[in-house]
């Protein structure tokens, strides 16, 4: 019965998450947008594919370059307690890197933490 019940609050609770992130798409374009322009002036380059021309995308995304041209994208998502996290996208709330808040600069230290050790492990397998 427990586990039963562990089962349905857990469903509930994804399903909670996932109305907050769709229901609220312009707090996560405003999250996205405070990173994109801390990581710009960090010297990271950056594609705001959240405001597209032509295709609506569901999920707002946010494309990041390292040095060598490799793309990440990064998603900001409604996390449990009533706050946002940047996430890596493919990952989901799986990737979670960081909360979000304050001017920017925290959020895109910690993403840029994350893509220099992700860029250092890529050219560490390179070198095998």
């Not at 979000?100 to 890529?122: S, T, Y």
């Amino acid at each position: 019965m427990r586990a039963r019940w562990r089962h349905w609050t857990s469903r509930v609770r994804r399903a909670w998450l996932r109305w907050r992130t769709d229901g609220q798409r312009e707090t996560a374009i405003r999250y996205l947008d405070m990173l994109a322009d801390a990581l710009e002036a960090r010297g990271w380059r950056c594609a705001r594919t959240y405001r597209p021309v032509v295709i609506v995308v569901r999920t707002p995304l946010l494309r990041v370059y390292d040095d060598d041209g490799v793309p990440t994208m990064l998603s900001v998502l409604a996390v449990p307690g009533g706050r946002w996290g940047v996430c890596e996208a493919p990952r989901g709330r799986g990737g979670f890197l960081c909360h979000c808040g304050g001017d920017g600069g925290e959020m895109a230290r910690m993403v840029e933490w994350f893509l220099r050790e992700r860029m250092a492990l890529r050219r560490a397998e390179a070198r095998r």
